[in-house]
């Protein structure tokens, strides 16, 4: 990955010292901590610390996760399970799971199936270790007219007791993993990107919580952390993934993975697990023999807002 100018020295005269030549983060760390120690260092970027509250030097030091060896790597998850555990009193299985070879993933929702119950919404919030206080949820049902696709006129605050409601129906809407994803085109230090199974991620050691993906994003699938999640401890999901679910901090951008500490094993996302209707499918659109392929090539479908052209892997499909 080529480096960024993050981080230039200057001359007293107010010139560059590095005319022409880009500092990254990365170098500027390394030599910075060499000549006087990681503390010091930490205390030199001290202008930026308000944007990574409750993180260690340790952390907010760290480099791009994806550059690092393998045994770099396994030093940061072991660093985060001993984090994880003693705030939590968890120890977490905490992996990273590579994406598969062949593989493509792809998510159809029926929606004449959808009864907008929510229970995809609440079995998100607590597989992915989502904040409880306050509650960040990466799923939004939109209960719509009848006869219309104007999401701008849906309803997301609808009482569950209401549902199903004969004269509307129900549309969920959630990270759509975007073939052509505008919120990492617009994010100034590659904290997120694509992926080779098309789940687009995000290093939250990275992320400097700029919030330009949210404003990107034209399915409001991007969520912000503005305190520090509140997640008890009994609601810990001790399964995590690096670029999943593992907790969150104040500060950095958070959204749905399509569950990959899960479908990167040959799971379902917890969403599809509990849905009652059999409303959401999910699986590789690469095998030309799955639920996923068969459904794009017999049935009615389409996605939405189509016309911004971020080409997305969630659909909507029409059973007849």
């Known amino acids: ?177 975007c073939a052509s994803p505008p919120c990492v085109e617009v994010c100034p230090v590659k904290a997120t990107w694509q992926q080779e199974d098309g789940i687009v991620v995000i290093d939250y050691n990275w992320c400097i919580g700029c919030r330009y993906c949210q404003a990107a994003c034209p399915y409001w699938a991007r969520h912000f952390n503005f305190t520090q999640p509140g997640l008890p401890a009994e609601d810990i999901n001790p399964d995590m993934a690096y670029y999943s679910n593992r907790p969150r901090q104040k500060g950095v951008m958070e959204k749905c993975t399509f569950c990959l500490h899960r479908t990167r094993r040959g799971q379902y996302p917890a969403c599809l697990e509990v849905c009652p209707t059999g409303s959401r499918k999910f699986g590789n659109v690469l095998d030309p023999d799955s639920e996923i392929s068969y459904i794009l090539k017999n049935r009615r479908v389409f996605v939405l807002k189509e016309e911004v052209g971020t080409r997305p892997r969630f659909f909507y499909y029409f059973d007849v």
């Open 1 to 177: 990955m080529d480096d960024k100018q993050y981080i230039s020295s200057q001359r007293d005269d107010g010139t560059s010292a590095d005319e022409g030549r880009g500092i990254s983060r990365r170098h500027f760390i390394q030599v910075g901590a060499a000549t006087a120690g990681v503390a010091a260092t930490a205390a030199a970027l001290s202008p930026l610390r308000h944007l990574k509250d409750h993180m260690t030097a340790e952390e907010f030091l760290q480099g791009y996760y994806k550059e690092m060896t393998p045994q770099e790597k396994e030093a940061v998850l072991e660093r985060i399970r001993r984090e994880v555990e003693q705030r939590y009193g968890v120890r977490p299985n905490l992996t990273d799971p590579p994406p598969m070879d062949g593989v493509e993933f792809m998510y159809g929702l029926s929606v004449g199936r959808c009864i907008g119950c929510r229970r995809c919404v609440h079995a998100c919030v607590k597989e992915n270790n989502q904040s409880r206080n306050p509650e960040i949820q990466y799923i939004r049902v939109l209960k719509m007219e009848k006869g219309t696709i104007d999401v701008e006129h849906s309803h997301h605050h609808y009482r569950n007791a209401d549902s199903p409601d004969p004269t509307h129906y129900y549309m969920p809407v959630q990270c759509f993993q």
